[in-house]
């Protein structure tokens, strides 16, 4: 990985990538398109362009799910390749992410979907026995995870303690990056009850949330992680619109 090493770079490279989100309109078209050419038409020009090839060649939700986390991985190797290399424990630990929910099916000692064994992160547990599955884990690059098995609700919270063990001394504590870390989190507890009503709907509101963390804060580290945040909304909002066209490909869009 070639770097560039620099804080300021990296701010740089984000804001410019930021005037190129799909906005409202593109969104909207998204939604009522009932076919994914338009869709994969609609990005095409967005940050979210990358994703046009590789979901035009995804027959299935297995194929749509691949794609979505090798975008999620790209992003992060953007920013790593961006930002000084103090940083990049915390950031390469983002990836982990993807796989909090698929290590959570593992766990509850489920069999194991055959598209896991092609995922570089998650084969080696996948293939194991289900008596085997935490050893395997912990003699991974997903060890910090095993100290929540097999409890999948505490899996989150597992990724959370080694994502702030790995963030550089004194950048935590008292920050905006403390401030965007409570919000995201509360966002995923929101998700993880089972009180919550269930919904594919884009949440506006946290977007709006951490795009105003990021401007208030525009030359800080948590800019970065903002800017991360979003895109992974932008992929997670695109992953949704595109499984409802693979699993009911004649559904008409909520109004």
Avoid: N
Wanted: aromatic share 6%; glycine share 8%.
């Amino acid at each position: 990985m070639i770097r560039a090493g620099s804080l300021e770079f990296a701010l740089a490279r984000l804001h410019g990538r930021l005037s190129r989100r799909p906005d409202p309109g593109a969104w909207s078209g998204i939604e009522r398109s009932r076919e994914t050419g338009p869709v994969l038409d609609l990005i095409r020009g967005t940050t979210l362009a990358p994703l046009a090839g590789p979901l035009a060649a995804a027959p299935d939700l297995h194929g749509l799910d691949r794609a979505a986390r090798d975008s999620w991985r790209a992003l992060l190797d953007d920013a790593r390749r961006w930002m000084p290399e103090a940083w990049d424990p915390a950031i390469a630990w983002c990836g982990a992410l993807a796989c909090v929910p698929a290590l959570g099916h593992l766990a509850s000692a489920e069999a194991a979907p055959a598209w896991m064994a092609d995922d570089p992160d998650l084969a080696a547990v996948a293939k194991a026995s289900a008596g085997e599955r935490r050893a395997v884990l912990s003699a991974g690059p997903l060890a910090p995870l095993a100290a929540a098995w097999p409890d999948r609700s505490r899996l989150g919270g597992a990724w959370l303690a080694e994502w702030r063990r790995r963030v550089p001394r004194g950048e935590f504590e008292g920050t905006p990056l403390e401030d965007l870390t409570r919000l995201v989190s509360g966002h995923f507890t929101r998700l993880a009850d089972s009180r919550s009503p269930a919904t594919a709907r884009h949440d506006d509101t946290l977007d709006a949330a951490i795009t105003r963390r990021l401007r208030r804060h525009p030359l800080e580290p948590v800019a970065v992680f903002a800017w991360l945040a979003l895109g992974a909304l932008d992929i997670q909002r695109l992953r949704g619109e595109m499984a409802r066209r693979i699993a009911l490909p004649l559904a008409r869009p909520v109004p």
